[in-house]
T-cell receptor, first 112, second 112 residues
Framework: KQEVTQIPAALSVPEGENLVLNCSFT??????LQWFRQDPGKGLTSLLL?????REQTSGRLNASLDKSSGRSTLYIAASQPGDSATYLC???????????FGKGTMLLVSP | DAGITQSPRYKITETGRQVTLMCHQT?????MFWYRQDLGHGLRLIYY???????DKGEVPDGYVVSRSKTENFPLTLESATRSQTSVYFC???????????FGSGTQLSVL
């Protein structure tokens, strides 16, 4: 059974820092990997989706990388801002929608 | 652009009662999903639907019933609520052939 682990569980940084969030998964036979953002009391917003054949995806200050063979992904946030404060979740997909497995998330706090 | 809406936003009920959570999307997405989010477990898939009148079980379907008579609606029914079903429930949707998920804002359900 696929297991997804996110480290650290919580992270607090001052504004302006570059930071890295980690995601690891036990079964490397994935179809894709997604990073989501969740604000308190809200639903999830998809940030980046990396297909298994890709190594990275970028959107603005966010860059996600994927190393399928080692079962790892990282989300890099450049020049962090207080508005980046949220919980970030990664999820991996097997061959179908029913096999989307989520990590428990990293709670990020960016202080001014 | 209304997107995906869930109702009610909050619900308190008693054990043994039937409860229905509503989900409506305006994008005509083929796929719809129900997840529950619990501390310590993360997000887990309850049921999903690939199209109207097509539904399938996810990881934790016991005690839940779904239907999808119209593409835009995907209600989730707890036939006889139990305390273990106290959770935050999220509905999500995606286009055919794409795996980017769009989430609703969630329903916080408390079973007393």
């Amino acid at each position: 059974k696929q297991e997804v682990t996110q480290i650290p569980a919580a992270l607090s940084v001052p504004e302006g820092e570059n930071l890295v969030l980690n995601c690891s998964f036990t079964d490397s036979a994935i179809y894709n990997l997604q990073w989501f953002r969740q604000d308190p009391g809200k639903g999830l917003t998809s940030l980046l989706l990396i297909q298994s054949s890709q190594r990275e995806q970028t959107s603005g200050r966010l860059n996600a990388s994927l190393d399928k063979s080692s079962g790892r992904s990282t989300l890099y946030i450049a020049a962090s801002q207080p508005g980046d404060s949220a919980t970030y979740l990664c999820a991996v997909s097997g061959s179908g929608y029913s096999t989307l497995t989520f990590g428990k998330g990293t709670m990020l706090l960016v202080s001014p | 652009d209304a997107g995906i809406t869930q109702s009610p936003r909050y619900k308190i009920t008693e054990t043994g009662r039937q409860v229905t959570l509503m989900c409506h999307q305006t994008w005509s997405h083929s796929y719809m999903f129900w997840y529950r989010q619990d501390l310590g477990h993360g997000l887990r898939l309850i049921y999903y639907s690939a199209a109207a009148d097509i539904t399938d079980k996810g990881e934790v379907p016991d005690g839940y019933v779904v239907s999808r008579s119209k593409t835009e609606n995907f209600p989730l029914t707890l036939e006889s609520a139990t305390r273990s079903q106290t959770s935050v429930y999220f509905c999500a949707s995606s286009r055919q052939g794409e795996e980017k998920l769009f989430f609703g804002s969630g329903t916080q359900l408390s079973v007393l």
